[in-house]
Structure formats: structure tokens, C-alpha cells
């Protein structure tokens, strides 16, 4: 069974299903269009839940 989890040969749409629980789209921020929009998105896995992933500047003080 973990070798499913481990050696994806090709990322289909029911192999997504099965990794993602939910996303969940926030309201977008600054301005209709452009450089300073921003929207949050958070995608929660199952076994994991939501995973945060570093922004760019906080790895560029990390280096």
C-alpha cells in the first residue's frame, strides 16, 4: 500500500483526490488587478492537514 503513496508515476486526477482533503480560497486583497493583489490559499492533505509553505523573503533571511 505505501508503495502507491511513495512512486507516482503520474499525477491523475483521482491521485490528487487522494492526497488533498480540501482547498480553501480566500478573499482577494489590494486592488483588482496587478502586482499588489493577493489571494491566500490554503490547501489541506490528508494525513497532514495544512501545510505551510515559506514565503520567499523568509527563505531569503534563512540563507
Given at each position: 500500500?505505501?508503495?502507491?503513496?511513495?512512486v507516482i508515476?503520474?499525477?491523475?486526477?483521482?491521485?490528487?483526490?487522494?492526497?488533498?482533503?480540501?482547498?480553501?480560497?480566500?478573499?482577494?486583497i489590494?486592488g483588482?488587478?496587478g502586482?499588489?493583489?493577493?489571494?491566500?490559499?490554503?490547501?489541506?492533505?490528508?494525513?497532514?492537514?495544512?501545510?505551510?509553505?515559506?514565503?520567499?523573503?523568509?527563505i531569503?533571511?534563512?540563507?
Amino acid at each position: 500500500m505505501i508503495e502507491k503513496y511513495i512512486v507516482i508515476e503520474e499525477l491523475t486526477v483521482p491521485t490528487i483526490n487522494e492526497y488533498i482533503e480540501k482547498v480553501v480560497v480566500h478573499e482577494a486583497i489590494g486592488g483588482r488587478q496587478g502586482k499588489y493583489r493577493k489571494q491566500q490559499v490554503d490547501v489541506y492533505f490528508n494525513f497532514i492537514g495544512n501545510c505551510q509553505v515559506p514565503h520567499k523573503v523568509d527563505i531569503e533571511k534563512m540563507t
